[in-house]
């Protein structure tokens, strides 16, 4: 099966290389090397961008990427408290495991469980946030970035120099709540006109500690059970991010290298259940990847994409309290990609373009019994684009094949797991986007996408809790939608965009852990759910010069859901608790609101997050219920020079009104805290 593997990336790289010996250079491209930006031919995405970048970034009262997300329609963010607590992404409710995160364009991975801690990625050094449904509109891209749901792109700075200068230096320093201590420092130094490099390091320490105030009410009778003010203990973390890059021109092409490193201790404070408000698990992580990305033009209609990476991570859990089960395990898992992307446009207006990937992951760990697997995955993707002014279309067709192997613990005779079978997928996408005119302000937007996602090693192998013959998790996404774009304003409003999009998606044998035998705290993983999602998301923003140093930046977000669970038992029979209920941590409302007042190097700016009614099970009965929530978050910027230097500074105030809330069951978040920051560049 091996040999299989290796034959579909050989053909596919021996299509690119052919194309390769055919090449010839290509003149059309523009390199602005004072900003070290490579432009190519005006693009207008067949399905449009929410995106966040520049001011509008720095503006939020934001520490961390997913706080920044959490300010997109359409997404649910999973948080479970504090500056350490796990965060985690979910896009129109099709789970977490649907959602690509990528990092300078190359996806973030986690065979092990598929989550991703967006926690643990700072704003201090990302320059812009795109959320995509269904996938990019480009098709110049690896095949790895057709194969998800939904996809968030994460692009960290790139080194930019005034003119005559070779170093840049911004330091900046952050206090606050929950003693919070937070320096980072960034140098970028150019060496010629070609290549540039960056390095950059973060340190974050916080005991995290907050009052919270934790109530609950008897149902049916109104009968209050606990009503108690405390703090939150165990939830401090210390951790060091470095990051590295450099940056290089070539004769029409660029090429970029990255590495990143993050290593943190933290606290897991845990869900507050029968009277339990301590707990003292610990966590080590340490997470290591080297990256690189080429891009170049061969010939005047042809050009190539290649980017590799490896990525070693480390997770040390443990549990000391014997009262429960004392666990002390550590897992490792590695990650080896290579991906070869081509585009060759037939002629102005068409594009076709092929792509081949190849990944390889394993996991170890120290757990007795543990099954060893490594997975083998290959992708080919075919995709064409077609502009005829008024319509726009993009299609493509992406083949995936999963090979699992497992090296099993033989001493332990009841270990009898076997590797998952081999998965073969053809999985299309079909997008298309109508304007009146090139000029006009208004497009319409449709799209259809099928993919899946394969079981996590979790999912499968886990001890006593894997099923090696779980089935892949299938989406199917229809969207229809409206966008209008105006920046050709008069001198007060400079930009209005609207966008709104009617969905339904519905996944298919979804994966979920159910009771194994009689034993409630014993369970396995099955394909057992089938969901349905109808929804509406509506964004809209402006820009508003009441003078030339007065201006106000505002936007606005809306959500409807209704993510229903149809799962059937074994046999077909219905399970009459949950059958049509809204699935957990779903609202049916939530929006957002983000209002800027810049004047003269002052910034005043206020952001609204607000979430409606929901269950966290799909019992929607009164015992499930969780109300709704919302905070209103206040920051107050100040820009200035002194002796020559670019300086900042920033007070913020977080949950301005200390709302009581929960973003998940049995894990309060904390009431009014407070941040301070001093920024100083070079």
Not at 101 to 122: E, M, P, R, V, W
Not at 192 to 219: L, M
Not at 225 to 242: C, H, K, P, Q
Request: with cysteine.
């Amino acid at each position: 099966m091996i040999k299989r593997i290796r034959f579909l990336l050989v053909a596919t790289l021996c299509v690119c290389g052919i194309q390769t010996l055919c090449a010839q250079n290509k003149t059309d491209t523009i390199y602005e090397l004072d900003d070290f930006v490579v432009t190519a031919k005006s693009f207008r995405e067949v399905i449009p961008v929410q995106k966040l970048s520049g001011k509008e970034l720095k503006s939020l009262n934001s520490f961390s990427v997913a706080d920044a997300i959490r300010y997109f329609s359409g997404v649910q963010l999973k948080d479970y408290g504090g500056i350490g607590g796990l965060k985690t992404i979910n896009i129109r409710s099709m789970g977490s495991h649907h959602v690509g995160i990528f990092y300078d364009g190359i996806q973030l991975g986690n065979a092990q469980n598929g989550q991703i801690d967006l926690g643990k990625y700072s704003l201090d050094n990302i320059d812009e946030i795109s959320i995509y449904n269904g996938q990019k509109s480009d098709i110049f891209q690896p095949a790895k970035d057709f194969s998800t749901s939904g996809s968030v792109y994460i692009r960290s700075r790139t080194p930019r120099f005034e003119y005559g200068k070779h170093h840049n230096l911004k330091a900046v320093v952050k206090t606050g709540s929950f003693n919070l201590v937070n320096p980072s420092v960034l140098y970028e130094y150019k060496i010629n006109d070609d290549i540039r490099t960056s390095f950059n390091a973060e340190y974050v320490k916080s005991s995290g500690k907050y009052k919270f105030r934790y109530k609950r009410v008897k149902p049916g009778t109104g009968e209050v059970m606990y009503d108690t003010t405390a703090v939150r203990e165990n939830g401090d973390i210390e951790s060091l991010r470095l990051e590295a890059g450099v940056f290089g021109l070539l004769n029409q092409g660029h090429w970029k290298f990255k590495t990143y490193f993050y290593d943190s201790e933290r606290g897991i404070p845990g869900a507050i259940v029968n009277n339990r408000w301590m707990n003292s698990q610990r966590q080590w992580d340490k997470s290591f990847f080297a990256q690189g990305s080429l891009q170049k033009s061969i010939y005047k209609d042809y050009q190539i994409l290649v980017n590799a990476k490896y990525a070693n991570d480390y997770m040390r859990y443990l549990n000391p309290d014997t009262t429960l089960m004392f666990i002390d395990n550590s897992f490792r898992q590695e990650e080896s990609y290579l991906s070869l992307a081509n585009q060759y446009e037939i002629c102005d207006n068409w594009s076709v373009s092929l792509s081949g990937d190849f990944q390889y992951n394993t996991l170890t760990s120290d757990m007795s019994g543990f099954t060893e697997p490594e997975r083998f995955t290959s992708m080919v993707s075919l995709a064409s684009s077609l502009d005829l002014g008024a319509v726009k279309m993009q299609g493509s067709l992406l083949y995936t094949f999963v090979n699992d192997m497992i090296r099993v613990d033989r001493s332990n005779p009841n270990n009898q797991t076997k590797a998952a079978e081999n998965k073969n997928e053809l999985t299309p996408a079909l997008f298309f986007s109508y304007s009146p005119s090139y000029q006009s302000p208004i497009s319409f937007r449709a799209y259809y996408k099928r993919i899946f996602r394969m079981p996590t090693f979790n999912d499968l192998y886990y001890t006593d809790v894997g099923n090696s013959s779980l089935k892949p998790e299938f989406t199917n996404q229809y969207n229809v939608g409206i966008q209008y774009l105006n920046s050709d304003y008069n001198d007060w409003l400079k930009k209005l965009e609207f966008q709104g999009d009617i969905y339904y998606n519905k996944v298919e044998n979804k994966i979920v852990a159910v009771p194994k035998g009689s034993g409630q705290y014993r369970w396995m993983m099955m394909n057992l759910g089938m969901v349905e999602i109808k929804g509406f998301d509506f964004s809209s923003s402006a820009i508003v010069g009441i003078t030339k140093e007065l201006f106000i930046n505002a936007k606005l977000t809306y959500t409807y859901q209704k993510a229903q669970d149809f799962t059937q038992r074994k046999g077909g029979t219905l399970q009459e608790s949950t059958y049509g209920g809204q699935i957990p941590y779903i609202p049916w409302h939530s929006g957002s609101a983000i209002l800027g007042i810049n004047y003269n190097g002052w910034g005043l700016n206020y952001s609204f997050i607000y979430v409606g009614e929901r269950y966290h099970n799909s019992a929607n009965i009164r015992e499930n219920y969780e109300q709704p929530w919302y905070t209103s978050d206040m920051s107050l910027i100040k820009d200035f020079k002194l002796r020559g230097y670019n300086l900042r500074l920033s007070a913020e105030v977080n949950n301005v009104l200390s709302q009581d809330y929960e973003v998940v069951l049995n894990y309060p978040m904390p009431k009014r805290n407070y941040k301070f920051s001093i920024t100083v560049e070079i």
